[in-house]
């Protein structure tokens, strides 16, 4: 299984960055999408999910309406568009494969089985 991702960079605050995921070898047709984010020294928190097959979502309430995810079934790639970034999200952003889309999995890093090696998204003037 392997989940590369792709996008990352430098935004200004206010600006927009979209991370991309592709998703190879994995045999589950129904599975999830999810994203997560970490600082150093702190721990790694969800951003949001998306069940890739039904397209339903679920967002970190700090990113609701500013972040959206989707997915390309087909392609077996999903997306983090990001909008009006502040400089507090500064963060290596990660994409996980896994069972369930929710508030019960969205934020917690144990119940993904694959991840992506992690994109830089730096925020800054």
């Known amino acids: 299984v392997q989940l590369v991702e792709s996008g990352g960079g430098l935004a200004q605050p206010g600006g927009s960055v979209r991370l991309s995921c592709a998703v190879s070898g994995f045999p589950d047709p129904d599975y999830a999408m999810g994203w997560f984010r970490q600082v150093p020294g702190k721990e790694r928190e969800g951003v949001g999910c998306i069940s890739l097959s039904v397209g339903s979502t679920y967002y970190r309430s700090s990113v609701k309406g500013r972040f959206a995810i989707s997915g390309d079934y087909d392609k077996n790639t999903a997306y983090l568009h990001m909008n009006t970034l502040n400089p507090e999200e500064t963060a290596a952003y990660y994409c996980?494969?896994?069972?369930?889309?929710?508030?019960?999995?969205?934020?917690?890093?144990?119940?993904?089985?694959?991840w992506g090696q992690g994109t830089q998204v730096t925020v800054s003037p």
């Open positions: 996980a494969i896994g069972t369930g889309c929710g508030s019960i999995w969205y934020d917690d890093p144990e119940v993904w089985e694959y």
